[in-house]
């Protein structure tokens, strides 16, 4: 039978989880920041060759985090375009929940999910672990590349399948679409600005992307699409991190 859980229950079982898979681990989140505790998990995980597929809807990770990933020789990481849904499974539980694998929602939010075994719930297992799998084939699996280099020069950071340049100085604001100053640190038009002003969630999800304006679960945090973040990320500055 599901077990509900809150946002402590969430995150203790998510540990739970990763520490109990031997054969299996899935790992699917929309937004990425590990933390501490996390990267321990994964690293151990890492050491014992477990078979580990991370799924991600949208790019936060600093070059730091993403050469920590990257030494991580058993994770495959994939993108996967509009993805909202966050499930963390291995061989023999799974958790439904609304929590990002994202550091911020694990020491902020009030977050809800539901704890389902394959012994004494088989069938619901099976069927969440059927459509994770499906996740896990409609994704783009990405290679990343960064290399940690000297200061002087800048960082820079090469995904596949980047695309996407800004043309003019123009932007769009990611609620309206309309066109403001390109400035990914302003996404907003100042209407909708003062709007998002009153409650201040970094992660309220908005319909375009700022740079390109075609639509886009975008964020504040994140106020581009995929390609357009991965195109511009050193030629423009991004709140990612901030």
Known sequence: MAKFLDTTGVSYHLEKLIKGANDRLILI??????????????????????DVRLIYGKNELQPEESNWL??????????????????YLNENEAILTSMNLYEFSQQNNNEMGIY???ENDTELYNEIYEESMRLVRISD?????ISKVPKDPPKKTVFKKSKATPSS???????????????????????HYNSWKK???????EKHCHIC????????????????????????????GK
């Open 70 to 87: 990257k030494d991580l020789k058993s994770i495959r990481s994939s993108f996967c375009k509009n993805l909202h849904a966050k499930c």
């Open 199 to 205: 409650y201040q969630n970094p992660n309220y999800e």
């Open 29 to 50: 989140s929309p937004y990425l920041k590990f933390n501490d505790r996390i990267k321990e998990l994964l690293d151990d995980k890492d050491r014992l060759k477990l």
């Open 213 to 240: 304006g075609k639509e886009n679960s975008s964020t504040i945090k994140m106020p581009a699409c995929y390609p357009c973040f991965t195109s511009n990320k050193t030629k423009l500055k991004f709140p990612v």
């Open 116 to 118: 389902v075994t394959k």
């Open 169 to 191: 100085s123009s932007g769009h604001c990611i609620r309206c679409g309309t066109k403001i100053k390109l400035n990914p640190l302003v996404p907003y038009c100042k209407k």
């Open 141 to 145: 699996e990405i290679q990343i590349t």
